[in-house]
């Protein structure tokens, strides 16, 4: 669900007439690159290796690392360690202490170590590796689900399995809601609007849903990660912030990373209670999707306004387009009215969707 950190931080086209009315609208912010210098490994001391995978040791953060104490889904690691593993400054990682317990990172600091498969994280990181026998808040909770700093391993140093691969590029969809797993899929449809759900699946439920609607009916190209842990804690494991998340990191989220697209729409979960239209887009273009969605939802319901929230450059949906739109809600409008939400939004990109207002 989208939380404060993200705040912080925070075929078919147009017909000519909705385009018209867009034009207007529409800001250049510039795309944010995700680079990193090449460091020249010397050694490669400490670090044992499979063919896809590495060994890795979690310790506690050092001295100089309270920016990282704050941020659970984050770790550090020697630039050595990186490059064997092909991932960049700022690329996501699969952390592993077995096949049962294993979490996404984002790789926030390079720093040399010694030896150099040392990666350090805090102590709410180290406790998304402890989740067996932990009970989770329901989604139906309005509170940010977390692993907290209290597990039985929030003081060890072990070792782990580290890995570039994110997502599983063989499971499907069906297997990995069954089973657990995280997934992606991009259905490409040629249009200027992207649809993004980054925390679909078990992590913002109903998100991923709304995103394949809009894109279907809509004709829009759709981005769209999953992630299922048996027994709850999808968030926990599976979700990698907006701000943070890599688009190497994810294959065919990668396969459209140069694109630059008029509009982005990304569906988010939302702590409180209500519908926040949000993003980098122009107040204008978000008072059109919110006055979309008022108008697909029943009279009686919480009403979507348009927020000055998640404006950052660094949010993925700001990142791919011109004009932004964050939308987050909260599990009971996403219980009641996911598919009445997703029909608003895709019905502002094709004047041919007719919503029905439902009197209370």
């Not at 086209?13 to 944010?32: D, K, N, W, Y």
């Amino acid at each position: 669900m989208t939380n404060e950190n993200d705040k912080r931080e925070t075929t078919n086209r147009f017909r000519p007439s909705r385009r018209t009315m867009l034009a207007g609208m529409l800001g250049s912010p510039a795309l944010l690159g995700v680079a990193v210098g090449s460091y020249e490994a010397a050694t490669r001391q400490g670090i044992t290796s499979s063919d896809d995978e590495l060994t890795g040791t979690v310790c506690d953060l050092d001295y100089g690392q309270g920016h990282l104490a704050d941020e659970p889904t984050a770790l550090s690691a020697d630039p050595r360690l990186l490059e064997e593993l092909g991932v960049p400054e700022g690329g996501q990682i699969r952390v592993a202490r077995d096949s049962n317990e294993y979490a996404i990172y984002t790789v926030l600091e390079a720093r040399p170590e010694a030896p150099n498969d040392i990666v350090r994280m805090g102590d709410e990181a180290r406790c998304r590796l402890d989740l067996a026998g932990q009970t989770f808040p329901g989604v139906e909770q309005d509170e940010c689900p977390g692993p907290g700093n209290d597990c039985s391993i929030v003081e060890d140093e072990f070792d782990a399995d580290l890995s570039a691969t994110v997502v599983d590029p063989e499971q499907s969809v069906e297997d990995a809601r069954e089973n657990g797993g995280f997934v992606e899929r991009l259905d490409e449809r040629g249009s200027d609007t992207l649809i993004l759900a980054p925390h679909g699946g078990g992590i913002e439920p109903k998100t991923d849903e709304q995103a394949a609607i809009a894109g279907e009916e809509a004709g829009l190209t759709t981005w769209r990660a999953m992630g299922w842990r048996v027994g709850g804690g999808s968030f926990t494991r599976y979700r990698v912030p907006s701000r943070l998340l890599d688009p190497a990191s994810f294959p065919e989220l990668a396969e459209i990373a140069d694109e630059r697209f008029e509009n982005a729409v990304s569906f988010n979960g939302l702590c409180e209670e209500g519908i926040e239209v949000g993003g980098n887009a122009s107040t204008a273009f978000k008072q059109v999707i919110a006055d979309a969605i008022n108008d697909a939802l029943p009279t009686c319901a919480v009403v979507a306004e348009p927020v000055d929230d998640f404006t950052s450059d660094d949010l993925l949906v700001n990142r791919f387009g011109d004009q932004g739109v964050f939308i987050s809600q909260s599990w009971n409008i996403r219980r009641a009215y996911a598919e009445r939400v997703a029909r608003g939004v895709a019905s502002v990109f094709d004047e041919s969707i007719h919503l029905t207002t439902q009197r209370c």
